[in-house]
């Protein structure tokens, strides 16, 4: 079960790349080294979306994943990333043995690390360092349940290490532009932030950063790809996230805690963004 988190909030003064950086936090929510086989995930026949990220790793076997429009096939040597909220499905046509852990990656607080960074799905990992990987897997699955300080401590760095797999291969062409974006927009982002639970009038976002309407709503959705309605709808949909798994309140309550006035306007909204209503994705089984 996803443990309830605090929400955490940035602050939008002094952005640079090196604070972004320096602000990561890694929260590692569960993980194993699992044999699976056939009925793997549903046999590929669920479509599977929750609000953290997947990190796997193959000890033996294969499998493939599908998702962001493209199906992956996961073999012993790669690593292959899943991010938070993505709509996929998974199958494994005969065996495999799969390390894997369930985490969040934030920056700034409260912003996901693979909205801002465009990271490859996919790597392999050089011949000569895949040993060393897979022991690092194996280290931290077998102290995953320990709360002892030098434990919590080297999951934190092997993760750390794992993610910095990625950041060699990760795309940083567009990053002068995303920084811009961030500093210029780090006021709207955080006033959503702190009001996720709260009605949000695009007026009040756009007065944040001092602009007009029409045209803070027109430069929002040309830096981030989305309006700043999807744009917080999809925040409060992770929140929905969270609160459905955590917890045993209502569909209604968990709407009315998450901003919607409208239990319908937002089973709609959810099964939009997660393809699975709300009541389905409580009682759906996750997928390691």
């Known amino acids: 079960m996803v443990q309830a988190e605090a929400r955490t909030y940035f602050n939008p003064k002094g952005i640079s790349m090196n604070s972004i950086i320096a602000s990561l936090s890694v929260d590692v929510i569960a993980g194993a080294l699992t044999p699976c086989g056939p009925k793997w995930a549903g046999a590929g026949k669920i479509l599977i979306s929750d609000p953290f990220s997947r990190l796997y790793w193959l000890k033996s076997g294969s499998a493939h994943v599908e998702h962001h429009g493209k199906v992956f096939d996961l073999f012993p040597g790669s690593m292959h990333l899943i991010p938070a ?152 949909i992770k929140h929905a996230q969270n609160l459905l798994q955590t917890g045993n309140m209502q569909v209604k309550e968990i709407a009315s805690a998450c901003g919607f006035s409208n239990q319908f306007y937002f089973s709609k909204v959810f099964r939009d963004i997660t393809g699975l209503s709300p009541v389905k994705f409580r009682e759906r089984e996750s997928a390691p």
């Open 85 to 236: 909220n993505s709509q996929g499905r998974y199958w494994c046509e005969d065996r495999m043995d799969l390390y894997w852990v369930h985490f969040k990656a934030r920056i700034l607080g409260g912003l996901e690390l693979f909205d801002f960074f465009r990271f490859p799905y996919e790597i392999e990992i050089p011949k000569q360092e895949r040993k060393q990987v897979e022991g690092q897997w194996k280290k931290m699955i077998d102290n995953l349940a320990s709360e002892e300080i030098p434990d919590v401590a080297e999951r934190d760095v092997i993760m750390r290490t794992f993610l910095l797999h990625l950041f060699k291969e990760a795309d940083f062409s567009a990053q002068g532009e995303k920084l811009k974006c961030l500093q210029r927009f780090a006021p709207a982002l955080s006033f959503i932030e702190k009001n996720i639970t709260k009605e949000i009038m695009i007026g009040d976002l756009s007065a944040s950063v001092n602009l007009q309407t029409n045209y803070f709503t027109n430069l929002f959705t040309k830096y981030f790809g989305t309006s700043p309605v999807n744009y917080i709808n999809l925040q409060r």
